[in-house]
């Protein structure tokens, strides 16, 4: 009996090296704290990586809370499997795959009430049992705070690039993000980069922007702590309304301020990760491929 767990336990760590060695890059999206846009960021990130012609992945491990499929326009969405047994991901444009605990549940409103031995399975089989492929850069959307979840994700995916942090700028979000600056300092995770979301509204009518969260929060922070500060986005009326109908804001309307602003983003973190990885340019939309 023991010598059978034995065998399976070595089993699944075989396959979990092989699907993760044909991965390049591994990047985990944190917040310390709920509402913060953390799975907008990770969404469109992932997007904008796929548009610049890189092989991409997306996993939602947000087990309470999983927004990805919202976000991409997939729910509802029909998973299978191929002659191995693996699940195929769901596919957005050329470049990129996704997967989400929200896609395998029987409902959207299904609540998941795991303890911790359980949601380290789901981790890995979203990686080893997905057909993957090779990949360039996988994103991995996780809940917000330091708990588990997190912690499963840097204990099982070898070789994590790092960590981009989103915060808002107000003071009450930037203390919850000193402790996932922390998380990872404990963890040995270095952190890629802090993104201040929600920074400002530009207005739809005369294009000022207007600092209702204030602003420069996560920059200071950053500075603080001595991590890397990847940039502001603005709050736009479009990336809310992009976010409820399922469309990621940067393929639909690449020329906004917001988008432009994601863009620096990802030029910055593709500077901190390695500089080959800078090679391929943006191919933004200028608007809705349906318009």
């Given at each position: 009996?023991?010598?059978?767990q034995?065998?399976?336990?070595?089993?699944?760590?075989?396959?979990?090296?092989?699907?993760?060695?044909?991965?390049?890059?591994?990047?985990?999206?944190?917040?310390g704290?709920?509402?913060?846009?953390?799975?907008t960021?990770?969404?469109?990130?992932?997007?904008?990586?796929?548009?610049?012609?890189?092989?991409?992945?997306?996993?939602?491990?947000?087990?309470?809370?999983?927004?990805?499929p919202?976000?991409?326009?997939?729910?509802?969405?029909?998973i299978?499997?191929?002659?191995?047994?693996k699940?195929?991901?769901?596919?957005?444009?050329d470049?990129?795959?996704?997967?989400?605990?929200?896609?395998l549940?029987?409902?959207?409103?299904?609540a998941?009430?795991?303890?911790?031995?359980?949601k380290?399975?789901?981790?890995?089989?979203?990686?080893?049992?997905?057909?993957?492929?090779?990949?360039d850069?996988?994103?991995?959307?996780?809940?917000?705070?330091?708990?588990?979840?997190?912690?499963?994700?840097?204990?099982?995916?070898?070789?994590?690039?790092?960590?981009?942090?989103?915060?808002?700028?107000?003071?009450?979000?930037?203390?919850?993000?000193?402790?996932?600056?922390?998380?990872?300092?404990?963890?040995?995770?270095?952190?890629?980069?802090?993104?201040?979301?929600?920074s400002?509204?530009v207005?739809?009518?005369?294009?000022?922007?207007?600092?209702?969260?204030k602003?420069?929060?996560?920059?200071?922070m950053?500075?603080?702590?001595?991590?890397?500060?990847?940039?502001r986005?603005?709050?736009?009326?479009?990336?809310?309304?992009?976010?409820?109908e399922?469309?990621?804001?940067?393929?639909?309307?690449?020329?906004?301020?917001?988008?432009?602003?994601?863009?620096?983003?990802?030029?910055?973190?593709?500077?901190?990760?390695?500089?080959?990885?800078?090679?391929?340019?943006?191919?933004?939309?200028?608007?809705?491929?349906?318009?």
């Amino acid at each position: 009996m023991q010598n059978s767990q034995q065998f399976d336990e070595q089993l699944e760590k075989v396959e979990l090296e092989r699907t993760l060695s044909r991965i390049k890059h591994k990047i985990l999206v944190m917040s310390g704290k709920g509402g913060v846009g953390k799975s907008t960021i990770a969404a469109n990130l992932a997007t904008l990586l796929s548009l610049s012609g890189h092989k991409t992945g997306l996993i939602d491990i947000d087990f309470h809370g999983p927004s990805i499929p919202k976000l991409m326009g997939l729910e509802g969405k029909a998973i299978e499997l191929d002659k191995q047994n693996k699940i195929i991901p769901l596919g957005f444009g050329d470049h990129l795959l996704v997967m989400s605990l929200g896609l395998l549940l029987k409902g959207a409103d299904d609540a998941v009430i795991w303890r911790g031995p359980m949601k380290m399975g789901a981790i890995k089989q979203l990686v080893k049992d997905v057909k993957w492929g090779d990949l360039d850069f996988m994103i991995l959307d996780s809940p917000p705070g330091t708990g588990d979840e997190p912690l499963s994700v840097v204990q099982t995916i070898d070789k994590l690039d790092g960590a981009i942090i989103v915060t808002t700028p107000q003071e009450i979000s930037i203390s919850d993000v000193r402790r996932s600056v922390r998380f990872c300092e404990k963890l040995n995770l270095p952190v890629l980069g802090v993104v201040e979301n929600m920074s400002g509204f530009v207005c739809p009518h005369c294009g000022k922007t207007v600092d209702i969260f204030k602003t420069g929060g996560g920059e200071s922070m950053a500075s603080e702590m001595n991590v890397p500060f990847l940039g502001r986005i603005p709050l736009e009326k479009d990336i809310v309304e992009a976010s409820d109908e399922g469309k990621p804001f940067v393929y639909f309307y690449g020329k906004s301020q917001s988008a432009r602003a994601f863009e620096e983003i990802t030029d910055r973190l593709l500077q901190n990760i390695k500089p080959q990885s800078t090679d391929k340019e943006h191919n933004l939309p200028d608007s809705s491929p349906s318009e």
